[in-house]
């Protein structure tokens, strides 16, 4: 197991998460707020910068604590303050990835089918849109 490998099974022990699987869906978390609040808080924070370690944008070294949590799916059309549609990103690339999943023209952010968040590169960059993740997130 990697050091994040074992990090993560860390926090998700200690806060009650499930790791994700294919056969079992998405990432569940007891302190996910679901549509009570936009802000995530308290032990879901904690996770979420845990889990991520820093801005998941490509190579981005930003470290948690100088990060956001964006809703990869937005507040406002219904996104979950959730573990699984919520990502850290710095400033700078939150900015950058304030439009809606799967717009060719911008980058984006999305949550893989194991719980680990991807960047989706623009077509003027990548054609094929092929999923980028941070070094540090990958199994």
């Known amino acids: 197991?990697?050091?994040?490998?074992d990090r993560l099974a860390g926090w998700a022990?200690?806060?009650?998460?499930?790791?994700?699987?294919?056969s079992r869906?998405?990432?569940?978390?007891?302190?996910?707020?679901?549509?009570t609040s936009r802000l995530a808080k308290g032990a879901l924070r904690a996770f979420l910068l845990a889990r991520d370690g820093g801005c998941?944008?490509?190579?981005?070294?930003?470290p948690p604590a100088r990060c956001e949590l964006h809703h990869i799916r937005a507040f406002k059309d219904g996104g979950p303050t959730s573990a699984h549609n919520?990502?850290?990103?710095?400033?700078?690339?939150?900015?950058?990835?304030?439009?809606?999943?799967g717009d060719p023209h911008h980058w984006t952010i999305r949550m893989a089918d194991d719980g680990v968040p991807e960047a989706i590169p623009p077509v003027t960059i990548d054609a094929a849109q092929r999923p980028i993740r941070h070094p540090r997130l990958r199994r």
């Open 1 to 5: 197991m990697s050091p994040t490998s």
């Open 13 to 22: 022990t200690l806060l009650g998460a499930t790791p994700a699987s294919r």
């Open 25 to 35: 869906g998405p990432q569940t978390n007891p302190h996910d707020q679901g549509r």
């Open 86 to 101: 919520l990502a850290a990103l710095c400033v700078l690339h939150h900015a950058l990835c304030q439009h809606p999943p």
């Open 56 to 62: 998941v944008f490509p190579y981005c070294d930003i």
